[in-house]
Structures are given as C-alpha cells and as structure tokens.
C-alpha cells in the first residue's frame, strides 16, 4: 500500500489524494496550499498512531495487572477515556 499523500490538478485548484486512494475533502487554490494541508494530516495521522499505541499499552497493562482478557481491559479503559475526555 502507498503511504504517501498525493496532489493532482483539478481544473484551476488542487486536490489531495490520502494514502488509501480517497480525494479529500478541500480544493486548495495552490499546489502550495494542498502541501500545507498535507502535512496537516500526517500530524494528524501520527497523533492517532500514537494514541493507539499509548491505548494498547495501557489496555496490556491492565490486562496484567488485574488477569482480565483483552475485551474487559479495553472496555475499561475505554470507558476511562471517556470520563477524562
């Protein structure tokens, strides 16, 4: 699978195209202006990578600490987060 983010013409505008093929949302005046957006998204995209690892490291340890399986551990934490959020 492509990893990279991509800009094509469209008439007079710019379009991003993410990773999995799909175009986003905005046109952007400049080619210029589609990069900034680009790296607006793979910010983006490694805050949720991270997060993910730091959720699945915190549901690990829960599962050690307390003997429970993946599923009780996750509803856990996930509940958690929500009360924090």
Known sequence: MNTDYRIE???????VIDPWGEQLVNTYPT???ARQDIERC??????YETAK????TAVKAHMQMFG???ETA??????AAEVVA
């Open 53 to 56: 690892q730091l959720v699945d």
């Open 74 to 79: 996750s509803y856990w934490i996930h509940s």
């Open 68 to 70: 429970v399986d993946r």
């Open 31 to 33: 080619e210029d202006a």
């Open 42 to 47: 793979k910010r983006e995209d490694a805050m």
């Open 9 to 15: 013409p469209a008439g007079p505008a710019f379009i």
